[in-house]
């Protein structure tokens, strides 16, 4: 019984999923990661809609994922940014336990906040605006060297690490929310609100942006570049192994049937 001749055509089909996300792995990244940092922001957004539903379900899904403590975070539509400890407990609970200061969502009056945090914000949205920022000099960027990334990453770990063992004490009355040993440091050069609390401005502010963003650099230049050499790599033995395949399709027909 003869054998059908193959042809090209039956060896290169549509490419699977995975075959396609490799081949734009940016892309979907952009989109996918996208999606997972700015969804946050749409909490806001849709308690002021009124669409209630929708914006404590962001709220619920992004609480396994940050802190969401209302006096480190943002808020929208209304008097304030943000708001100190005391503004929030006075229009909440007088607490300082952090499971139940979480769990204030906002008011009409103060807004509604976002469901990130403050530092969340910082370091989320820095990986994916530096990502996009990298992209176009892909082939130029080296990847970063460990030492360079675990200095970048120091900060973060410094000054997120110093924040959880400040709260052992309580929220509000830790070393980090009066900061008295950076007022002696820079001996009082700066006005009270710079040192203590989490207000937008304020040092603990200051260090969670900065902090953030410096370790979004280092995951991106670190990470990215060996991402996009590896999946060239895969691209071009792809194409390798299709040629190969090609060439022995080829061979075997130029042999006669039954030869």
């Not at 005391?86 to 509604?112: C, D, H, K, S, Y």
Request: hydrophobic share 45%.
């Amino acid at each position: 019984m003869e054998k059908m001749p193959t042809t090209t055509a039956s060896i290169r089909s549509g490419p699977s999923i995975f075959q396609w996300i490799s081949t734009h792995w940016f892309e979907t990244f952009l989109v996918v990661y996208g999606l997972w940092v700015f969804v946050p922001f749409l909490a806001p957004v849709f308690m002021q809609l009124g669409w209630t539903g929708a914006g404590k379900a962001v709220y619920f899904i992004y609480s396994f994922f940050c802190h969401q403590l209302p006096e480190r975070s943002f808020f929208w539509f209304g008097e304030k940014t943000m708001y100190s400890l005391g503004e929030i407990q006075a229009v909440w609970q007088n607490t300082a336990n952090p499971m139940i200061l979480r769990q204030f969502i906002g008011n009409e009056t103060l807004g509604w906040k976002v469901a990130w945090s403050d530092r969340m914000i910082s370091f989320y949205t820095s990986v994916w605006l530096f990502a996009a920022i990298w992209y176009p000099f892909r082939r130029r960027i080296k990847p970063l060297s460990w030492w360079g990334f675990a200095l970048l990453l120091l900060p973060l770990v410094l000054d997120g690490g110093t924040h959880a063992i400040s709260d052992f004490a309580g929220i509000g009355l830790g070393f980090r929310d009066t900061n008295t040993w950076l007022t002696l440091l820079t001996n009082h050069a700066f006005p009270a609100t710079f040192y203590a609390g989490d207000a937008l401005g304020s040092f603990n502010s200051i260090m969670r942006f900065i902090t953030g963003i410096l370790a979004g650099v280092g995951i991106v230049w670190l990470a990215f570049p060996y991402i996009h050499q590896t999946q060239a790599y895969n691209q071009q033995l792809d194409e390798l192994n299709y040629v190969k395949v090609i060439e022995q399709i080829k061979a075997q027909n130029t042999h006669p049937p039954g030869g």
